[in-house]
């Protein structure tokens, strides 16, 4: 369990960095060389990303080793995310909307990143100009789309890549069942997605954390 701790403490950012940079997909970015039903189907995700108010959802997270956590999502947009993880994983990722906090309740640790500086700006700040790059993948199955994304500008933010599947009942048509995120130093982390619930009572007193550090409750 250390050593899973240690590996999941390394990939744990990317991957909810990831799942708040997606809805900031600009369909006007795609690249030039994009096809009109790749276009299209850039526009769908948008779409269905977009088209969700609230989520809660169950997950399975997976490392490049191979190990797993489970916990449950639980989304407000604009930019508000919990990741609550399973009991045997005493961490805690939230965005208040303004940063993305990582706790680690077992070493009392907190570190957050600034929005301003992350991908999350575009989602968060809609006046804000980030560039953005979706690019579709074909999949060979007309009922999955998969999107990748970057910004070819920072690197050091690495790659995503989402897969939808269509769902008439789902925002848009289209539900997000998983993505892939690859940080820059080559590590993945899969997350997938199930029991997806939209429209859900979320308040903001969702993405309040207990501060290991101190009794106050931020």
Same mark, same amino acid.
């Given at each position: 369990m250390? !050593?899973?701790?240690?590996?999941?403490?390394?990939?744990?950012g &990317? #991957?909810?960095? @990831? @799942?708040?940079?997606?809805?900031a997909?600009?369909?006007? *970015?795609v690249? %030039?060389? @994009?096809? $009109? #039903? *790749?276009? #299209?189907?850039?526009?769908?995700?948008?779409?269905?990303l977009?088209?969700?108010?609230?989520?809660?959802?169950?997950?399975?997270?997976?490392?490049?080793?191979?190990q797993?956590v489970?916990?449950?999502?639980?989304?407000?947009?604009?930019?508000?995310?919990?990741?609550?993880?399973e009991?045997?994983?005493?961490?805690?990722?939230v965005?208040?909307?303004?940063?993305?906090?990582?706790?680690?309740?077992?070493? $009392?640790q907190?570190?957050?990143?600034?929005i301003?500086?992350?991908?999350?700006? &575009? %989602?968060?700040?809609?006046?804000?100009?980030?560039a953005k790059?979706?690019?579709?993948?074909?999949?060979?199955?007309?009922?999955?789309?998969?999107v *990748?994304?970057?910004?070819?500008?920072h690197? *050091?933010y690495?790659?995503?890549?989402?897969?939808?599947?269509?769902?008439?009942?789902a925002?848009g048509?289209?539900?997000?069942?998983?993505?892939? &995120?690859?940080?820059?130093?080559?590590k993945?982390?899969?997350?997938?997605?199930k $029991?997806?619930?939209?429209g859900?009572?979320?308040?903001d007193?969702d993405?309040?954390?207990?501060?290991?550090?101190? !009794?106050?409750?931020?």
């Open positions: 250390k !050593r899973m701790r240690m590996t999941f403490r390394s990939c744990v &990317a #991957a909810a960095l @990831a @799942a708040l940079a997606v809805p997909l600009v369909p006007g *970015e690249a %030039l060389a @994009a096809t $009109n #039903a *790749e276009s #299209a189907q850039l526009n769908e995700a948008v779409t269905a977009r088209g969700i108010s609230t989520m809660r959802a169950d997950f399975v997270q997976t490392d490049r080793t191979g797993s489970t916990g449950t999502l639980t989304l407000k947009r604009p930019g508000r995310i919990r990741f609550q993880y009991k045997s994983v005493n961490m805690l990722i965005s208040d909307g303004k940063a993305l906090t990582m706790i680690d309740y077992d070493v $009392n907190v570190q957050r990143w600034p301003s500086n992350s991908p999350l700006g &575009a %989602l968060l700040d809609p006046n804000r100009d980030v790059f979706g690019t579709v993948r074909p999949t060979g199955n007309p009922n999955v789309v998969s *990748e994304v970057r910004d070819s500008k690197p *050091e690495g790659v995503i890549t989402l897969i939808f599947t269509r769902k008439p009942s925002p048509g289209l539900e997000l069942t998983y993505w892939v &995120a690859l940080d820059s130093q080559n993945r982390t899969t997350i997938q997605l $029991n997806q619930r939209y859900v009572p979320v308040t007193n993405f309040r954390w207990n501060d290991p550090r101190r !009794r106050t409750r931020r």
